[in-house]
């Protein structure tokens, strides 16, 4: 009996110094507090592991103090490209500075002008624009993809960064440790690093218990970065996979957007390359950093943005939000996974009230079914601030892609939830160009084409059970 009573002393007292440090830690919402006071209260034992293993956004502080260092270093070994450009912004127009603004606080890096770039067609086109940029390859190609499956495509990328290693240029490859951990553990990995392609692992897992005990397991590298000689880039939703996405075939197709970059901006990817690759692998690159991508006077102003746990908190919410708020006249918005925090959700609405044509299209059947019950508890609000709301049927639309007014867009690998908005790294490309944003805006017309629309009566009809469902899992969201 006297056991018993000290067990049940000792876990009160462990809940209680628990829900002291979730009411004293830095950077966290008041319904996140609220939802971790309730787990640990309610679920005994279950409630303080779940808190432990995932309740704070730590990446460890042996990994976290690297990666600032490495930061640090970079930016001082290369000051000239980050010394403020008092004309950069002269070559965005007055009315969306402020956003560019906004992505400097991110990344540091300046507005790019002399930019061009190209809409792929389709995943397959992705894949092999990709292949023959990296066929054309003279220096080094620099990728990055946190899924990387070893499918027809995957293996098309694998035999590429082969026969480039072979003529000569310096491949570097990396991949999440979680996400491709299906390519690194195959002989197609063993076959590269055999042919001389350099390899890394990104957030490399390890022992899952130590690991644990390091930082949280579920911090993954969520970014899509290719780099060819410093002077093309690709960005946008796309892993290096089939569409069939044979991992999840019944969602399948995978729908994504990616767009290929020639100019200024494909330096800015290739220092965030850098800055993982360094991470991983201590080889420097900062020699490399030196010899961005080449100007083109023609072309259009662009930036890149990265985010990530050991980036500034609340960065990515942030852009998202300016660039609602920058809207005047229309925002159109696609994201497979919405879990927003609520002044995101609040900014969306905002664009809506105050008569902006405000679009947002989710895929129907999404392959996270918490998400898709978390996202659709959301439909309500939305609705009634008149935000239209249409649901993919064409297969998964995996896009992350937002254009304002036709002038303006981002696209890259960032979702609109709590994962891209505090636990993965992530890459983005904001730029001002009306005719590429033009393209962009009628890839979209086609996912609203091929979608179907929800309206206030859909909602409505929902039964009981699907709103209690839906909403239980939209108030444990901050904590998913």
Known sequence: MESVTIGVVVHFLASLALIIRVLTRPHREPASRIAWIAVIAALPIVGILAYVFFGEVNIGRARADSRRKIVDDLRVSLAEHFASDDQALAHVPDRYQHLFAAGKSVSHFEVTPGNSADLLADSNATIDAMVADIDAATDHVHLLFYIWLPDHNGCKMVDALKRAAARGVTCRAMADDLGSRTMIGSQHWSDMRAAGVKLAAALPIGHPLLRIIQGRLDLRNHRKILVIDGQITYCGSQNCADPEFLVKAKYAPWVDTVM????????????????????????????????????????????????????????????????????????????????????????????????????????????????????????????????????????????????????????????????????????????????????????????????????????????????????TLATVGPIL
Request: net charge negative.
């Open 260 to 471: 290929r970059f020639v100019g200024p901006v494909a330096g800015q990817n290739q220092y965030l390359f850098a800055c993982d690759w360094i991470e991983n692998t201590k080889e420097d690159l900062s020699d490399l950093l030196r010899n961005p991508g080449g100007t083109s006077a023609a072309g259009f102003p662009a930036q890149v943005i990265g985010t990530g746990p050991t980036v500034r908190f609340s960065a990515m919410p942030e852009i998202f939000e300016s660039l609602f708020h920058a809207a005047r006249h229309e925002l159109v918005i696609s994201t497979p996974y919405f879990v927003p925090n609520d002044s995101t959700r609040d900014a969306l609405c905002a664009a809506a009230y105050r008569g902006v044509e405000t679009t947002i299209i989710f895929p129907a059947k999404n392959d996270s079914w918490i998400v898709a019950a978390a996202s659709r508890s959301y439909y309500q609000d939305l609705l009634s601030a008149g935000v239209r709301i249409h649901e993919y049927v064409g297969g998964l639309l995996h896009a992350k892609t937002l254009t304002i007014d036709r002038e303006v867009l981002l696209i890259g690998s960032a979702n609109m939830d709590r994962r891209s908005f505090d636990l993965n790294y992530e890459n983005n490309i904001l730029l001002v160009d009306t005719e590429l944003t033009e393209q962009l805006r009628r890839r979209q017309q086609q996912y609203i084409d091929g979608s179907t629309h929800v309206t206030q009566q859909d909602v409505a009809s929902w039964s009981l059970g699907k709103r209690l469902w839906n909403n």
